[in-house]
């Protein structure tokens, strides 16, 4: 499966899917395409699945006719969030369909609370 990584994916995913190609937007030299752009180039290039962080595409865009998969992560898109969450991220990586959309929500983890010098 040739999965593509937009701008706000964690990198982390690069390694975590490895039995995946996987690449990011920027590395395709995508990272100013908006959304219907990169959606195109994404799958006139042959990827199979999109993972994004932007839970508005699915209202912007009309996906009834796309080829691409499409998982958008929400919640705590940080890649120490998402990392203690992969199951949820490869469950739904192995659930893909041809056009399917899922989402994947991280739960927010507390920030570590500020030391005072």
């Not at 999965?3 to 982390?12: K, Y």
């Not at 990272?31 to 990169?38: D, I, M």
Request: with cysteine; net charge positive.
């Amino acid at each position: 499966m040739r999965v593509l990584l937009d701008q706000g994916a964690p990198r982390g995913l690069l390694k975590t899917l490895a039995d995946c190609v996987v690449a990011t937007a920027a590395s395709k030299g995508w990272e100013r395409l908006k959304n219907g752009e990169l959606l195109n180039a994404a799958e006139v290039d042959g990827f199979d699945l999109l993972i994004t962080t932007d839970a508005n595409l699915r209202y912007q865009q009309n996906l009834s006719s796309r080829t691409i998969s499409i998982i958008v992560l929400t919640g705590d898109t940080r890649w120490s969030s998402v990392r203690d969450n992969l199951g949820a991220v490869r469950e739904a990586v192995d659930m893909v369909t041809v056009g399917s959309f899922a989402e994947v929500q991280t739960p927010l983890k507390p920030k570590p609370p500020r030391r005072h010098s």
